[in-house]
T-cell receptor, first 111, second 114 residues
Framework: TQLLEQSPQFLSIQEGENLTVYCNSS?????LQWYRQEPGEGPVLLVT?????EVKKLKRLTFQFGDARKDSSLHITAAQPGDTGLYLC???????????FGSGTRLSIRP | DAGITQSPRHKVTETGTPVTLRCHQT?????MYWYRQDPGHGLRLIHY???????DKGEVSDGYSVSRSKTEDFLLTLESATSSQTSVYFC?????????????FGPGTRLTVL
């Protein structure tokens, strides 16, 4: 069974600080997605990474896919209250039509 | 926006009653999924469909059935609801984005079983 472990589960930091969220697995994925979810809404796709070692930037968010395509990280620079939410990573299995989700990181940014 | 709607958005029902949740998409996607989301468990796959009348089980399929009689609609049925099925249910479709299969989600249905 493929598993994706996210850490930390909860993170509360001050506005302006930097943070990193990790997504790790012992399995190889063909791609990995990061989503953000706000209360009462469905997850919204932030980014998809496909190539081992790939780095993508979305304004203050930097996403990296591990060289072996087993792990990923999300780094937020100068966090803002609008970054608050549940961040989910999801990996697409190599041969299946399913996507495996991590349990999420709940991020709270204090003004 | 992947053109996904879910109905109802909220439902309260009693133990033992049947419940059907509907997912509707407007963009002719082949793959559709039903997930449930519970604190501490993230999103768990219930069932998915890879075409009209083609469905398969996910990791938490017990107590649920699905049907897909046309491309745009994917129905999730709880034949006899239990309190353990109180959850938020999300429908998703699969689409190609950034060179990879990616899922896009509906707004969710909050189901409470009393």
């Amino acid at each position: 069974t493929q598993l994706l472990e996210q850490s930390p589960q909860f993170l509360s930091i001050q506005e302006g600080e930097n943070l990193t969220v990790y997504c790790n697995s012992s399995s190889v994925f063909s791609s990995l997605q990061w989503y953000r979810q706000e209360p009462g809404e469905g997850p919204v796709l932030l980014v998809t990474v496909v190539t081992g070692g790939e780095v993508k930037k979305l304004k203050r968010l930097t996403f990296q896919f591990g060289d072996a395509r087993k792990d990923s990280s999300l780094h937020i620079t100068a966090a803002q209250p609008g970054d608050t939410g549940l961040y989910l990573c999801a990996g697409a299995a190599l041969s299946a039509s399913k996507i495996i989700f991590g349990s999420g990181t709940r991020l709270s940014i204090r003004p | 926006d992947a053109g996904i709607t879910q109905s109802p958005r909220h439902k309260v029902t009693e133990t033992g009653t049947p419940v059907t949740l509907r997912c509707h998409q407007t963009e002719n996607h082949r793959y559709m999924y039903w997930y449930r989301q519970d604190p501490g468990h993230g999103l768990r796959l219930i069932h998915y469909s890879y075409g009209v009348k083609d469905t398969d089980k996910g990791e938490v399929s017990d107590g649920y059935s699905v049907s897909r009689s046309k491309t745009e609609d994917f129905l999730l049925t709880l034949e006899s609801a239990t309190s353990s099925q109180t959850s938020v249910y999300f429908c998703a479709i699969k689409s190609l984005a950034g060179g990879a299969d990616t899922q896009y989600f509906g707004p969710g249905t909050r189901l409470t079983v009393l």
